[in-house]
């Protein structure tokens, strides 16, 4: 497998965009996937149900410490930022909030790019803040493989724009192109 | 500034030496981000520099310990687990005389949220806290229970979906908490000292976990289960996760899963 894991932030607008994602994964997708999305702080139940309706993969929201497993979707759970250890660990962590999020984006990405250098693949998706973007460089300069969503196919652009004033990405991709590459993920 | 493990294993006989904690029992990712804590507040751009503030004392072991905590955002954090607290107390409250301990507090949220909570429910008074961190700072502060206003908004809501029974505002004074500082005792110590208080009802320890390697989570589950009486019950935060060994399961039961809640055996 050239890639180990594949990270995605999004924030306002992309709820459909992760659904559609998760819904046209195979069964048999072979990697870890862990989604850090913008979400109500105080609502702790009913997200994982809404990703979960029509996908084939397992969806959960990890518990610190948790041993991060291949094909299951991890949803970075409300009020807390999500870290990767060495050693295939969740870490989790109620520091304040970076760019008023917890999860924060950039800090998860942060994380996953020091634990997967260049076998991690880093999406950036719809969202209406600059969250993400210090985190997506951050895997490209570690050699991971990094994907901005195509703005104009972004309900909101300010997320995939912001990253895209620090990083030439190598792929710009509407929801069906980013849907293709993982489909096509070796 | 990006913290590599070498820098870690540079550091830390320092700071074992000078300021008398071993940080190997910390999970790294949290390591990392409490050392680039204490290096933003001193502006601090490598750990040499990091190293020179430890040994000459501009950085004194209680500031380090001060900042190296992971401060508490908001009060009445996870509204569900409080509304449980209230149920469980109200329920054992007749004659009862609890003693309730937060150990190794960052900044007073909780505490101030427990305060409120007992108050509301008439037992403050036949209530006996202890509030306990390993730096006077961080216990001076607590204290002084001044509540930044950009807290606030977050307070107000987590109050109102615990049902407080008024407005959370009429427990401050312009920004400070009124004075319900009652039947508290304040220990500088830390969650590794022999002298743990014990016989306790109910200890608060949530989200500290996390910031443990698993190793050292044993260790420290230990020392809660040795401060607790039997049937005492034991709060953690909820995404974390004290079950991972045949020894826990010997010696806790679970009372509540989604508000992780365990009960001394």
Request: with cysteine; net charge positive; aromatic share 10%.
């Amino acid at each position: 497998m050239q890639y180990k894991a594949v990270i995605i932030g999004g924030s306002a607008g992309s709820f459909q965009v992760v659904t559609k994602i998760l819904n046209s994964m195979p069964k048999n997708f072979d990697i870890p996937m862990f989604l850090c999305l913008h979400r109500l702080k105080h609502v702790r139940s009913g997200f994982v149900e809404a990703l979960s309706l029509k996908s084939n993969l397992t969806i959960v929201e990890p518990f610190d410490k948790d041993t991060i497993k291949k094909g299951i979707v991890y949803l970075a759970p409300a009020n807390y930022h999500m870290y990767f250890q060495f050693g295939q660990k969740f870490s989790l962590s109620t520091e304040p909030s970076v760019n008023h999020s917890r999860p924060s984006i950039d800090l998860s990405f942060f994380s996953a790019a020091n634990s997967y250098r260049d076998k991690l693949i880093g999406i950036i998706l719809s969202g209406a803040n600059k969250d993400g973007a210090q985190g997506i460089k951050r895997i490209k300069e570690l050699g991971g493989t990094v994907i901005v969503q195509d703005p104009n196919d972004a309900q909101i652009k300010t997320m995939p724009l912001s990253a895209l004033e620090l990083i030439t990405p190598d792929h710009i991709l509407t929801t069906e192109g980013i849907i293709n590459f993982l489909n096509n993920v070796k | 500034m990006d913290i590599t493990i070498s820098d870690i294993k540079n550091i830390s006989e320092k700071i074992r030496e000078h300021i008398g904690i071993n940080i190997n029992n910390f999970a790294q990712e949290a390591l990392k981000s409490r050392i680039n804590n204490i290096n933003t507040t001193y502006d601090i751009r490598n750990i040499d520099t990091l190293i020179s503030y430890i040994e000459n004392g501009k950085i004194t072991p209680d500031d380090f310990l001060h900042h190296f905590s992971v401060p508490f955002t908001e009060m009445f954090r996870d509204p569900s687990m409080w509304r449980k607290l209230k149920d469980d107390l109200i329920s054992n409250s007749k004659d009862r005389y609890f003693k309730i301990f937060l150990p190794s507090c960052s900044t007073g949220d909780e505490y101030y949220s427990l305060l409120i909570l007992l108050d509301e429910i008439g037992i403050l008074n036949s209530s006996h806290i202890t509030v306990s961190s390993w730096s006077k700072k961080t216990i001076a502060t607590i204290k002084e229970a001044i509540i930044p206003a950009k807290k606030m908004e977050i307070n107000v809501a987590n109050y109102k979906r615990f049902e407080g029974k008024g407005n959370i505002e009429s427990y401050f004074e312009s920004n400070k908490i009124k004075n319900l500082q009652k039947n508290t005792e304040f220990l500088n110590i830390s969650i590794f000292d022999s002298k743990m208080p014990i016989n306790q009802d109910i200890i608060i320890f949530r989200n500290k976990f996390i910031y443990f390697t698993q190793d050292t989570q044993n260790i420290v589950l230990e020392k809660l289960h040795n401060s607790l009486k039997i049937g005492g019950k034991l709060i953690i935060g909820i995404k974390e996760n004290i079950f991972l060994t045949e020894s826990t399961n010997s010696k806790f039961a679970k009372i509540c899963e989604e508000d992780r809640i365990y009960k001394k055996k």
